[in-house]
C-alpha cells in the first residue's frame, strides 16, 4: 500500500520541460550549402586531445566544435566504413565477421540467446584448440561450465515452478 509522503526526488505537480539538448547529446542538426551536419560544442578539457571530426590536437582549456556529416558515423576504420556504405540487414559485415549472420537469423530472444552462447562457445575453443594448459585456458574453461551451469538451471520445469510460485499456486 503506498505511502501518503510525498516523493522528495520532485514536488508533486512540479514538470520540467525536457531538454532537447541534453537529449541529443548536445548535438544539434545543421544545413548548409555543402549537405546536412550533425554539430557538437564540446567544453574546454583539462588535458590536450585529438578531436574524432577533424583529427586534429585540441590543447587544455580550449572549446571545440565538431561537426560531422549528419549520413556519417563518427569513428574510423574498416568497420565503420562498412556500416556508413551498408544498406543490407547485416550492414554488410556478414562476410568479414562469418558469425553475423547467425545473429541476424535469429527470430526470437531465445533463439538469439542460444546463438550468443554457441558462438561465444565456438570462440572459446577456436582460442584455446592450440594451448593446453595455460591461464587462458583455464579461464575459458570457466567460462564454458557457466555457460552450462546457467542452461541447466533454466529448464522448462524450473521455469514453471518459478510462474507458479509467482502466481502463489
Not at 520541460?17 to 555543402?34: F, I, N
Not at 549520413?71 to 574498416?78: A, I, K, P, S
Not at 584448440?129 to 574453461?141: G, H, K, M, P, S
Amino acid at each position: 500500500m503506498p505511502s501518503g509522503r510525498k516523493s522528495t526526488k520532485r514536488p508533486w505537480g512540479e514538470h520540467r520541460e525536457l531538454d532537447v539538448d541534453r537529449a541529443r547529446a548536445g548535438t544539434r542538426p545543421e544545413s548548409g550549402p555543402d549537405g546536412d551536419w550533425t554539430v557538437r560544442n564540446v567544453a574546454a578539457s583539462e588535458k590536450a586531445y585529438v578531436c574524432p571530426g577533424c583529427r586534429q590536437t585540441v590543447p587544455a582549456g580550449t572549446p571545440h566544435v565538431v561537426a560531422w556529416r549528419a549520413d556519417h558515423v563518427l569513428g574510423e576504420g574498416e568497420i565503420v566504413e562498412q556500416l556508413g556504405r551498408a544498406s543490407a540487414e547485416d550492414f554488410g559485415l556478414g562476410q568479414e565477421i562469418p558469425w553475423i549472420e547467425r545473429l541476424v537469423e535469429a527470430r526470437d530472444p531465445l533463439q538469439l540467446e542460444d546463438t550468443i552462447e554457441q558462438i561465444l562457445w565456438d570462440y572459446l575453443d577456436e582460442q584455446t584448440t592450440q594451448v593446453y594448459f595455460d591461464f587462458e585456458v583455464i579461464l575459458a574453461y570457466l567460462l564454458k561450465l557457466q555457460l552450462l551451469e546457467k542452461r541447466l538451471a533454466l529448464s522448462e520445469e524450473r521455469g514453471m515452478e518459478i510462474v507458479r510460485h509467482l502466481e502463489g499456486v
